[in-house]
């Protein structure tokens, strides 16, 4: 039974990209957006940051007219810490790649919806006195979103994994960041 399901989903997947007609096979995206909500986690503790922003650009293939694979990558503008104890602001720059499915119904043409997901590297920037070395680490997302004709609209839920040696006690930390992001952009196909 589990082989017949196999066959029957590879057929199935071969098909939607055989007998499939895209609207469009590949698309470009530039986006900018707000952060406004983020956590980081500092040596067990929770650090809300301020409402940052960020921008970005996207670029996908689709396999068929539903999945595409694709790369991006975004810069999260720098924010600081809503708590007084920690000083200075940080960023992030995630290098990703992604596969994004939209609804299969033809009579929409350029307006769909989407859910995306992402995995790459996280550049960790930080702008802080307490910081002695930091790098980034595994950056990880997924989101919803729709697509109105050249218009995209998205939220995203992103982790960026990050480590940093703080300079009082000469202690290398292993960290995260966690965002919920909301974007708008252009999609140039």
């Known amino acids: 039974m589990k082989k017949f399901l196999i066959v029957l989903s590879a057929m199935f997947i071969v098909s939607q990209i055989a007998f499939a007609t895209p609207p469009t096979d590949q698309e470009f995206i530039i986006k900018a957006g707000v952060q406004p909500q983020s956590i980081f986690s500092f ?73 995306t997901g992402r995995i790459g590297y996280s550049a960790f920037i930080p702008n802080a006195s307490w910081i002695k070395s930091s790098s980034g680490g595994l950056y990880y997302a997924g989101g919803v979103g729709i697509n109105i004709s050249c218009l995209v609209i998205e939220a995203v839920y992103a982790v960026n994994n990050f480590s940093f040696k703080y300079a009082a006690d000469n202690k290398t930390y292993k960290e995260t960041d966690s965002t919920i992001s909301l974007y708008a952009g252009f999609k140039f196909e």
């Open 43 to 115: 040596n067990g503790d929770d650090a809300n940051a301020n409402v940052g922003a960020a921008a970005g650009f996207e670029y996908f293939k689709y396999l068929g007219n539903v999945v595409a694979l694709g790369a991006g990558a975004t810069y999260d503008l720098p924010r600081n810490f809503k708590d007084s104890s920690y000083s200075g602001d940080v960023s992030f720059m995630p290098l990703y790649i992604g596969v994004k499915a939209r609804t299969p119904l033809k009579g929409l043409a350029a307006n769909y919806g989407f859910i």
